[in-house]
């Protein structure tokens, strides 16, 4: 087969699961999971054999024609696409694995697994489309899935808000989106990925404004400040949801999405990509000091996420790096897209470690009965052993500790900062330090001391269907960091990725790991009651409270814009309805009556009609005028 | 004394003015039938005059085809108002009124 063809299958594996499920056995839940995992592991192979094999290609077929403007439908496999379809395939099938057992009691999981499917489907679509017109259709339902499946339990109004949220949050950032795709198609011409980078390394000029609006697509998926208030309640959805969807994959396409279009941000002015960093930086800070204060496993983890993704934006925005080569021929310095290099490798050894803290939390979720709140656990190392180790690897790597998948990503992240900004450096360092506290703290709290309410007390250990994924990424997550691995696979992107020299960027880690995670080893002590609560009252309410940003926009939807709306829907009502549709219908409706009166079925009226009528021909024709 | 051309077109507007207002002002079907039956001879009256007073043929052949036409019409209009006085039982026209707004 063709690499297009095998693409083509990649797309229509997920597409038939869906819609076999969807159609036909909305009922058969067992049958269903498994022709979805099937479908998955489809996914897997295709996609294993196609980047593994080094097969790289473009493919695009026209779909629309208005005129001129044409909406081409294609593939752009390069070795960035590849890397982020390894990790979809990757991360996909672990989910659909776990969710076997995960969601083995549910009653709708036909429902889920369809839903997992379509997700499958959206999400291939984003990796692989060639322009951006393809990539926003597939944007979009990626949204529409992700609000399915946190819609899973509909039947709970907080699930069903928390979808709702997700989905209009989403659109804000995704109208940005389309205009940002509408002026590039406007400036350039071209929506075709390659098509603009050919057109920028041409000269092309492309104003900020152009990058920026496609950002805020980004802005939306990827949750960053001030867009970032759906993902934390979007955690009402399924917790192997979660791990696929809001952490490893669907949240990471802006981030994606933003290194397909880096030729824009390297042609348009630098105040784009600053733009770029700062919003990641401060959605990194402000994520992390949110965590601190969160009881539920999986807000604190989602949090980690925002704060996370923000490394990955701030990485991107910092933007390109002057290095030196030294060849044969000499030493010359080339402009490497350092940004695009370490947001990807951060990315990629997120969307390890990440996933597997949210199986992870959803092991610890089912072995507790559904208890969610870190200070009813306690005592779990015991109980469920294979979901502590597991679970500790991925807190080790998020944290940064040496030789693990995070060290190395983020030491790429604060080496970039280092070169480019320092102050950025300090506020990135600073996170890293908040990052290890907060996973230190739910580490300890869940899995130290005693345990803290009957349902922990009880807790059991997973099955083998959760247990393998679990396995599996932590396997990643020590070695995904190790590019020499596979890093030859994927040459394209990971080449990006600026190393590191000397010791410094090592020593600032280990303090990090050590202030961060060590505090909160000393700080927190294993009881019913936040340490952290008791001690700083004020500041932790601070935290708790999210610097209120929900209730401002809570605020301004019901007290502003719906004012504003009720203002508007009043001119509707009178001016347009009205006066202009109802007046304009009232005035003719007045001539019809008077034409109507002269319709009075006497034959002598007529006549006498008729002979006004010849009267007035005849003069008319005699040449009279009126005076 | 011989009539002139004046007189047949008064003789032909009296005529017409008759049956004009007989059409205007009569109630009964059948009367205004006759009334514009009568219109029509008062035109081929004054075109028959005009013929004999002009030396042509004209004015005749007009006539002609008036009579000829006017002969249809009245085998047409003539069932129609039998069919109608069947169906309503009247050939009063304000009675004939269901035709409106």
Redesign the interface.
Known sequence: MTPASLAILLLLLPLGSAALIGLFLRRQGALASWISVTAATGIALVAGHLVFRGLRFEAATEWLRFGDFAISLGFKFDDLAALMLAIVALVGLCVHVFSLGYMHDDPSRARYFGGLSIFMFSMLGIVLADNLFMMFIFWELVGFSSWLLINHWHEKTSASDAAKKAFIVNRVGDFGFLLGIIACYWALGAVNLTEIAAKVHGGATVVAAIPLLLFCGAVGKSAQMPLHVWLPDAMEGPTPVSALIHAATMVAAGIYMLCRIEPLFAAAPAIALNVVMWIGVITALYAAFCAIAQRDIKKVLAYSTLSQLGYMVAAFGLGSLQQTLHSDAGSFDVLVSAGVGAAMFHLTTHAFFKALLFLGSGAVIHACHHEQDIFAMGGLRKKTPLTFITFTIGVAAISGFPFLAGFFSKDAILHLALEKNHFVFGILAFTAVLTAFYMTRLWKLVFLGAPRSESAEHAHEVGPTMALPLVVLAVLSVFGGYTAIYGHVFDGVLSLVPHAEGSTILMVSLVILIVGAGGALVFYQPAATDTFEQKFPGLFSLLASKLFIDEAYNYYVAKIQQRFAMLLNFFEQIVLAGLIIRGLAGVVGLFGLGA??L??????AY??WF?IGVVLLWGFAAGWTFP | MIAGLNAYIALSALLFAIGFFG???RKNTLV?YMCLELMLVASTLALVAFSRFNGTMDGNVFVFFILTVAAAEVAVGLAIIVALFRRRQTVQ??E??????
Not at chain 1, 599 to 604: I, V
Not at chain 2, 96 to 101: A, F, G, W
Request: hydrophobic share 50%.
């Open positions: 109507r009166a319709q009075t079925g006497r034959l002598s006549v006498y002979l | 059409v205007l002002l205004i026209v304000d004939l009124d269901s035709l409106k707004h």
